[in-house]
């Protein structure tokens, strides 16, 4: 079950099995039916995720009701409503699986528990944080510079397996764009 | 010089004289005067900064022409255009001196041998880029649901010495509101 988190560690740090036996024990499994909404605005977020199937979402609402995708995570990727976990606060932000998702699941105690013991799982996070860092703030950069259709240039050649498994609605709202402007784009490709 | 940084290492992780021996002298002084631009867009950006007196501006030109300021890092804080440094890429933001600074840098080449053999330096890292990252994404949360005087309330009670240090054009930029209306918010409290 924590192939896939094993996996992720050894790809990025050196570790052996001792190593991997400190970490791995910390994530328990938990699984989401499609659209579940696994937590809403204003809960502390107990866990941080790794997702093993399916796909989860972090989203915020605007002040006209509309959602704003934040953050989307798929296989092999970590995941959380990130202040509210890290401070542990009320989150702003939802988080929901996008489809029937599996996941591993660490508590904020056994998270804090293993920066302060594996210098490892240290490294792992500063690399998940380095590149979710980096990821916003480039999203942004593309949200303010690019028109719609080099947008969907862009997802189509560097992440074309958001085109591939979000549905429409969430593919949109993530870039940016109507539904409409996001039909039209697919059926020019 | 390099007292501060030796202050924010200790303060920040558990270290020792040689410890902190690997770590401070990759980082050399320099100094920028007011307004000076450090960094354009299209550069690679070749340091992180530690600020020792004065302000760093991390901002992108906007389609309209207009600035949004993205980050500012006064006395003690650690700033660069972030993608860009860690990718080693062309930069799509700006950097520059708000006053009179002076800084500590290190070279994107340093910086990632010390990341190879300072465990501590891989903490310090993590510490500040888990926080930016918090902080960008609060930030961005506080622009989305506050309105302008809430804004400024929270200004006046979290980060006071931001509107005791930016001109007027500056922190109403990083608001996100006029310069008309952040006077009059200034004049009624």
Known sequence: MSQLLKEFIKNNVKIDEDGLNQICPCFKPYNFSKGELILSKGEIPPFFYF?????LRVYVLLPDGKEFTRYIAFEGMFCAPFPGFVNQRPSFAFLDAL???KVLAISYHDFQQLLKESP???????IVLEKSYVDSILRIEDLISLNSKERYQKIMKESPHLIQLLPNRILANYMGISQETLSRLKSSH
């Open 99 to 101: 489809a029937t998702t």
């Open 51 to 55: 997702v093993l199937e399916g796909c």
């Open 120 to 126: 490892a799982f240290e490294k792992i996070y500063r």
